[in-house]
């Protein structure tokens, strides 16, 4: 670490750390709703999985813009604008005039999704390359504990009947202002602005590329997780909404609990043997959903694949800091900003294939997935 790099406070991680658990949050209150989405417009899987592509060409419009934005004006005022308005944008899920306005709302939502996540991921690599150990895991931990706390108080709400609407603007309103007020906290703009590049965004080459083709292939199968799995246990196992909505905090809380032991297991395994052993791991706990009738057992294969996939990115992205002649922030930034067109595409994809043969068959992506991240773990430049 470089002598000039000034230590971050305690205040900086925990703003840091406070994005992080707000960005699961919100995007485990949209996970919980899929279904009240699907009914509430009255659509098919091929439609919802449209909407989610959607969300998808945003993102990727996002992600075009984000490192100019991030250059511009800092880690710190893109977080803390474009996380405030994508919270805020949740309580129109439901509130839509019809199924056309849907897919301008998460089209926008998934511009606002990818800066902020570019954002929050760019200023983390700085505060781990600062601090000197790790900390990438926990941070991934917060926004897995985010979605377990986000997918337990929506799974809550629906059973109390509360009115969706309701649920929505309050949980955007709230999520909105501690966005805002953590990013106050975070790094200066100095101090993440040179992590951009200044054409806009641009592919990774090389070990970069490698690196963010393998983190995709992590994030198309964890989204398909997120955003799959409370219709898998509802539709395919005939769970209740309340109790599907637990495959989402089963998922996210062992996710979350793996992950804040993740910086020690990092610092113990070298990264090639955690990234083969935690994708086998992920690999053969879809399966156990997938050949389950039993919901309990689906919900303790859920929180296997979180368990599996909790270290997958914090590996590759923490990876992708230490490439040689690449400053480091630049690049987390660009295998995040890569990654993250994976984690878009994922749930359209198993959306299409659910309508031409069903969700449990489409689901096996997850497990080709997870497969091809063991068998590919060397060849990440992680060895």
């Known amino acids: 670490m470089s002598a000039t790099l000034q230590q971050p406070s305690a205040r900086m991680r925990w703003a840091s750390r406070t994005q992080f658990f707000a960005s699961g949050f919100i995007f485990a209150t949209w996970g919980v709703h ?6 509430h417009y009255d659509v098919s899987e091929a439609e919802l999985g449209l909407a989610m592509l959607a969300a998808g060409i945003g993102a990727l419009l996002g992600l075009t813009q984000a490192s100019r934005w991030i250059g511009r004006f800092g880690a710190r005022a893109a977080a803390g604008t474009s996380g405030a308005i994508y919270a805020l944008l949740l309580a129109g899920l439901v509130s839509m005039p019809g199924y056309t306005a849907l897919l301008g709302l998460l089209a926008a939502f998934g511009i606002v999704t990818s ?5 929050i991921n760019t200023e983390a690599a700085q505060l781990e390359l600062r601090n000197g150990q790790p900390l ?9 504990l985010g979605g377990m706390a986000g997918a337990v108080t929506g799974s809550a709400a629906l059973a109390a009947g509360m009115a969706p609407t309701a649920h929505l603007l309050l949980v955007a309103i709230a999520l909105a202002f501690a966005i805002a007020l953590s990013a106050q906290w975070m790094l200066p703009k100095e101090a993440t602005a040179f992590a951009a590049e200044a054409g806009g965004f641009r592919l990774p080459r090389g070990t970069l590329m490698i690196l963010g083709v393998l983190a995709a292939l992590g994030l198309i199968a964890e989204g398909a997780i997120y955003d799959w799995s409370v219709l898998y246990l509802k539709q395919e196992l005939g ?21 804040f032991a993740g910086d020690a297991m990092r610092a113990r395994l070298a990264p090639a043997v955690l990234l083969r052993g935690s994708a086998g791991l992920a690999a053969a706990s879809m399966l156990l959903v997938l050949l389950t009738d039993a919901p309990w057992l689906a919900l303790v294969g859920f929180a296997g694949v979180g368990m599996g996939f909790a270290n997958v990115v ?8 230490r490439v040689p002649g690449v400053e480091p922030a630049r690049g987390i930034a660009a295998v995040s900003a890569a990654a993250y067109l994976g984690f878009m595409a994922g749930p359209p994809v198993i959306g299409f294939l659910a ?3 069903s969700l449990t068959a489409a689901l096996y992506v997850v497990v080709i997935f997870a497969v091809a991240l063991a068998a590919s773990a060397r060849s990440a430049g992680t060895a």
Do not use: N
């Open 239 to 259: 769970s209740p909404q309340q109790q599907a909505a637990l495959a989402y905090a089963s998922f996210s809380a062992a996710m979350a609990a793996t992950r």
């Open 136 to 144: 990438m895991s926990g941070m991934h931990g917060m926004f897995s």
């Open 355 to 357: 309508e031409i043969s």
């Open 34 to 39: 899929i279904p009240t989405v699907k009914a």
């Open 115 to 119: 800066v902020f996540d570019v954002s």
């Open 314 to 321: 914090p590996i590759l992205f923490a990876a992708s800091a």
